[in-house]
């Protein structure tokens, strides 16, 4: 798998919320399957990602 920077395109991985997720609040499981940029990466595990809206569901998108 080829390393992730900052400015790729990526698209946000679709699983279940981990108990840190949630303690974190840093992963929520509607999260999964939006595409975006690569904003910074924190470390190994952790990067923040720009959603791109035209990713979100309609109902969402109209919101934002």
């Known amino acids: ?35 975006g940029l690569v904003r910074k990466i924190y470390n190994k595990t952790e990067a923040a990602i720009e959603v791109e809206p035209e990713s979100l569901p309609r109902d969402i998108r109209k919101r934002h």
């Open 1 to 35: 798998m080829r390393a992730i920077k900052e400015g790729d395109r990526v698209r946000i991985v679709t699983r279940e919320p981990t108990p840190d997720d949630l303690k974190s609040n840093l992963y929520y499981g509607y999260f999964g399957g939006l595409t």
